[in-house]
C-alpha cells in the first residue's frame, strides 16, 4: 500500500493531509530519521532551501530516497516561477515525478483529485 510522507511548518499541508485522510508520516524536526517501510509519495510545502533540512535529513535516512514513488508539491502561485519548487527540486534530483500540486491546505477538488493520483500509483503496484 503506498504511504504518504509529510512536512509542514505552518500547518498548511498538515491540514491537506488531515482532509486527505489516507496514512501519513510526519516528519518532524526533533527527530528525521524516521525509516519507511513501504513505497510512499512525499508531500512538501515550498519554502528556501534551508528550512528543508529534516526533510533532507529524511530523504537520507536508510531506504528512503529509494522508495520514493513521487512528490506532491503545496505552495503559493504568488511565487510565480518558484511555485512548489521544493517539491520540484526534490523529484529532479531523485528522479521521481511530481504527481500533484496544490495551494495553501488544498481546496476540496485539490482532496478529491489527490486521492485518486493516490489510488492511480498504487493499482499500478499490483
Ligand atoms: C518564507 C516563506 C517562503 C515561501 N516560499 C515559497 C516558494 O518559493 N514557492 C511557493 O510555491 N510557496 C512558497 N511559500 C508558501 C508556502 O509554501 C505555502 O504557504 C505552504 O502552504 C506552507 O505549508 P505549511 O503550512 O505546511 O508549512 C513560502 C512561504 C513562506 C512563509
Given at each position: 500500500m503506498t504511504r504518504l510522507a509529510f512536512y509542514s511548518i505552518t500547518g498548511q499541508t498538515r491540514r491537506f493531509i488531515n482532509k486527505v485522510g489516507?496514512?501519513?508520516y510526519e516528519?518532524?524536526?526533533?527527530?528525521?530519521?524516521?525509516a519507511m517501510t513501504e513505497p510512499y509519495i512525499l508531500v512538501v510545502p515550498a519554502y528556501d532551501d534551508?528550512?528543508?533540512?529534516?526533510?533532507?535529513?529524511?530523504l537520507g535516512y536508510q531506504n528512503?530516497?529509494?522508495?520514493?514513488?513521487?512528490?506532491?508539491?503545496?505552495?503559493?502561485?504568488n511565487f510565480n516561477q518558484l511555485y512548489i519548487h521544493t517539491a520540484k527540486d526534490i523529484?529532479?534530483?531523485?528522479?521521481v515525478p511530481v504527481v500533484?500540486?496544490?495551494?495553501?491546505?488544498?481546496?476540496?477538488?485539490?482532496?478529491?483529485?489527490?486521492?485518486k493520483v493516490v489510488a492511480?500509483?498504487?493499482s499500478k503496484q499490483h
Open positions: 489516507f496514512p501519513a516528519i518532524s524536526d526533533a527527530d528525521p530519521y524516521h534551508d528550512m528543508m533540512d529534516s526533510v533532507i535529513d529524511f528512503n530516497a529509494q522508495k520514493l514513488q513521487g512528490v506532491a508539491g503545496g505552495g503559493n502561485r523529484a529532479s534530483g531523485l528522479g500533484f500540486d496544490f495551494e495553501f491546505n488544498g481546496t476540496d477538488a485539490d482532496v478529491k483529485k489527490f486521492r492511480q500509483i498504487e
